[in-house]
């Protein structure tokens, strides 16, 4: 089996030999060498955009696939897991990633797939009550409006590009929440579409399977996995997030083109923490949902508290979490659970100043910038980044396919992202093998890319060409 090791090793062995002269390399008798499992595409993950990618192909007749997953269920950043503790004993459900649907539609325009699914497959989901931070979403709105208008003269005189966060506190707004509806046991969500076109324990779903190397050519793809065993495919979609990429989780032979390299080195992955506390009752307002907290001395320091414990969501569960993002999220992810602890309880023992606040009876967070199969939550578009920049962290590589949230030019960080992105690269692959390409105005194929890049994006390249739709359903903060 050619492991990225084994083939690192002979290189390093072939070197020596050519310098020395003197030792021979090692050819692997034929009859030793594994056969791979061969398939016709390899999907690689099971989260949103893999899901997609494979139903995709079979809407197209393509059946034979295989789905290759790190974890022992599908869903990726929609990822939940048992804390606290109910009356009767059992653990509550919290989600650690995902559990939004950003942004549900514009009134007569097309609806998020997300928010479509989440009806679909009857998610529970509750709408988020901003009465307790109405006040700074109003706010939010009006500064977002005029950066909104100003984004377009950029744009439209190609003007030298600024970030979100810079305009915003041009319009003396700093904070930076967006949020639409809530809901739970997102995962479901990837469960009901995968039901759609997976057999129960279908044998084409291979759940806790590593990928270590990945090589390709003009003519195949052949994924080495971490248990030894491998598979040979016509085409590959590789789903893996941008943290994964960017951590070199996964090998590439040959080693991947620089422009594309470069794209994804450039490209951001975000992190985002939420510290969970279940206490032995509930000291907060039960129907309040969201309370703020404003340090006086640091920048994002627990500044988001979300109750469980309210109606609709999981109710007397005693349970509140904190949300803390970037800088923070890197900080408490360095340090002990016990020092996050105190910090949090400090915290909200100085919003609610009447109350004995107890130590919490269970406590957790997840670090999300260490988890090998994701390194980070989500990713962020770079200030300055083209849209040729970013169609690059797109494109395929021979038969060597991409897709995941970051590929998305419009709804980068988002589940909608990471579902289109899976659509588009099954159906470029469904016409590629001669079935019918759906994909018209983004083009059938295999994508545009840019070996040259240039300095700015220009007016005409916002296009479905570069993975920018002409009509978008996605308001901010609707
Ligand atoms: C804390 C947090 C909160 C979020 N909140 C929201 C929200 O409210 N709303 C929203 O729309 N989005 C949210 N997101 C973002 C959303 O979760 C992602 O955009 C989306 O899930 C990405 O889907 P994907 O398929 O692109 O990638 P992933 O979900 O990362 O799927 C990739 C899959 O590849 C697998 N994989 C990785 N490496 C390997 C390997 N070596 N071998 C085999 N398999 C591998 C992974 O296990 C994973 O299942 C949040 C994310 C986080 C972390």
């Not at 083209?386 to 396919?401: A, C, D, I």
């Not at 588009?424 to 890319?449: D, Q, S, V």
Request: charged share 20%; net charge neutral.
């Amino acid at each position: 089996m050619w492991t990225s090791a084994s083939r690192k090793l002979l290189a390093f062995v072939a070197g020596l030999s050519l310098m020395e002269g003197v030792w021979a390399v090692p050819i692997e008798p034929r009859e030793n060498q594994k056969k791979c499992r061969k398939t016709t595409v390899v999907v690689l993950g099971g989260g949103m955009a893999g899901i997609t990618a494979a139903q995709a192909l079979a809407n197209q007749s393509i059946t034979d696939f295989l789905i290759v997953e790190y974890n022992g269920e599908i869903g990726g950043r929609m990822k939940h897991t048992n804390f606290g503790k109910k009356k009767d004993g059992s653990p509550f459900v919290v989600e650690l990633g995902a559990n939004w649907v950003q942004g549900l539609g514009t009134k007569g325009g097309p609806e998020n797939p997300i928010w479509t699914m989440a009806k679909k497959y009857k998610v529970a989901n509750e709408y988020s009550n901003y009465s307790s931070i109405l006040t700074l979403i109003d706010d939010y709105e009006t500064a977002y409006a005029e950066v909104e208008q100003y984004a377009g003269v950029i744009l439209k005189e190609n003007l030298q590009d600024t970030s979100m966060r810079a305009g915003l506190a041009l319009k003396d707004f700093k904070p930076q929440k967006n949020m639409a509806a809530q809901a739970r046991g997102f995962n479901a969500l990837a469960k009901g579409m995968a039901s759609t076109f997976l057999k129960p324990n279908d044998s084409r779903l291979l759940l806790n399977s590593i990928v270590t190397d990945i090589a390709y050519d003009k003519d195949s793809v052949t994924i080495s996995l971490n248990d030894g065993s491998c598979i040979s495919a016509a085409y590959a979609i590789c789903t893996f997030s941008l943290g994964v990429l960017q951590n070199d989780e996964v090998s590439f032979t040959p080693k991947l083109p620089d422009w594309k390299q470069t794209a994804i080195a450039e490209f951001q992955m975000g992190t985002y923490t939420k510290v969970f506390l279940q206490f032995n009752e509930t000291f907060w307002d039960l129907d309040t949902q969201f309370f703020l907290y404003a340090s006086p001395t640091t920048r994002g320091y627990y500044p988001v508290w979300q109750s469980l414990s309210t109606a609709g969501f999981l109710p007397g569960s005693n349970i509140i979490f904190a949300t803390v993002v970037e800088r923070e999220s890197y900080r408490i992810e360095a340090q002990d659970d016990e020092v996050t602890k105190a910090e949090a309880l400090a915290v909200l023992r100085e919003m609610f100043p009447d109350k004995h606040i107890p130590e919490p009876i269970d406590f957790f967070y997840p670090r999300w910038t260490k988890v090998p199969w994701a390194h980070g939550s989500y990713s962020n578009w770079p200030v300055g980044t083209t849209l040729e920049g970013h169609q690059n962290l797109r494109s395929n590589v021979g038969r060597l396919y991409f897709a995941g949230e970051h590929c998305s030019a419009e709804y980068f960080g988002f589940l909608q992202g990471a579902y289109f992105e899976g659509q588009e690269a099954g159906m470029r692959i469904a016409g590629m093998l001669g079935k019918k390409c759906k994909n018209m105005e983004g083009g059938c194929g295999e994508y545009k890319r840019y070996e040259a890049l240039h300095g700015t994006t220009r007016f005409a390249e916002f296009s479905p060409l570069n993975g920018w739709d002409v009509s978008s359903f996605y308001v901010a903060g609707k």
